[in-house]
């Protein structure tokens, strides 16, 4: 499998089952950190994050362009039908858009509605 993207995760993502249940496999990525956005929670809808991740909320990032606001969080590669699986899995709470992290990468990540 090949790394056609980078994807900025920061929540349910990173947990070893839902990588598992969105990919099929668990994924290994590097820290880095996402300015200009904050972290709220939203109820989580889909039956099957809160049994794979125990919780009945999960973060949603919002951009609010302050420099002084960063979320850490993990930058995993994904090829394109894996980024297509996580569309489909983020639906419908989040949209995709493109980000420059703190450390200059580009990357997707996703964003509350």
């Excluded at 790394?3 to 990588?19: E, I, K, N, R, S």
């Excluded at 569309?87 to 419908?92: G, H, L, M, T």
């Amino acid at each position: 499998m090949g790394a056609d993207h980078l994807l900025f995760t920061y929540g349910t993502l990173q947990d070893p089952q839902v990588q598992l249940d969105v990919f099929g496999r668990r994924l290994t990525g590097t820290d880095d950190v996402l300015g200009g956005f904050t972290v709220d929670y939203v109820e989580i809808v889909d039956p099957r994050v809160g049994e794979a991740t125990r919780r009945s909320v999960q973060p949603a990032l919002r951009e609010t362009g302050q420099h002084l606001d960063n979320v850490t969080g993990t930058v995993l590669p994904v090829d394109d039908d894996e980024l297509d699986a996580c569309d489909e899995y983020q639906a419908p709470l989040y949209r995709r858009v493109a980000v420059v992290l703190r450390s200059g990468r580009r990357a997707w990540a996703y964003v509350s509605h």
